[in-house]
């Protein structure tokens, strides 16, 4: 069984910053791409960040400059670093990971709880 755990949410000002972790854990082979979507209240969940197992990063347009994404592929661990946070990026925000079970030749893509994130002076 495969467990994605976020931490680091929380209360942050629109000139402050936040960093949020997701680490996978269980019976793990390996962990292709790491992703941060959001959901904020009223509207469907949207992509934030990626990023793959060599490093390759995408970003939504909204958050190019301002949140860079990382991981740690030692600790299975990807984190996301909120810079200048805007009050209407206000969200749950969830990890995705794509991942293969040990002894399973197939990936799949394993969800977190969420953690929630609120943009307020």
């Known amino acids: 069984q495969v467990q994605l755990v976020e931490s680091g949410g929380g209360l942050v000002q629109p000139a402050g910053s936040l960093r949020l972790s997701c680490a996978a854990s269980?019976?793990?082979?390996?962990?292709?791409?790491m992703a941060w979507y959001l959901r904020a209240p009223g509207k469907q969940r949207e992509f934030v960040a990626a990023?793959?197992?060599?490093?390759?990063?995408n970003y939504a347009d909204s958050v190019k400059g301002r949140f860079p994404i990382s991981r740690d592929n030692a600790k299975n661990t990807v984190y996301l670093q909120m810079n200048s946070p805007k009050p209407k990026e206000t969200a749950v925000y969830y990890c995705?990971?794509?991942?293969?079970?040990?002894?399973?030749?197939?990936?799949?893509?394993?969800w977190g709880q969420g953690t929630q994130v609120t943009v307020s002076s």
């Open positions: 990023i793959t197992s060599g490093g390759t990063t």
């Open positions: 269980g019976s793990i082979s390996r962990v292709n791409t």
């Open positions: 995705n990971a794509e991942i293969r079970q040990v002894g399973s030749v197939s990936d799949y893509v394993h």
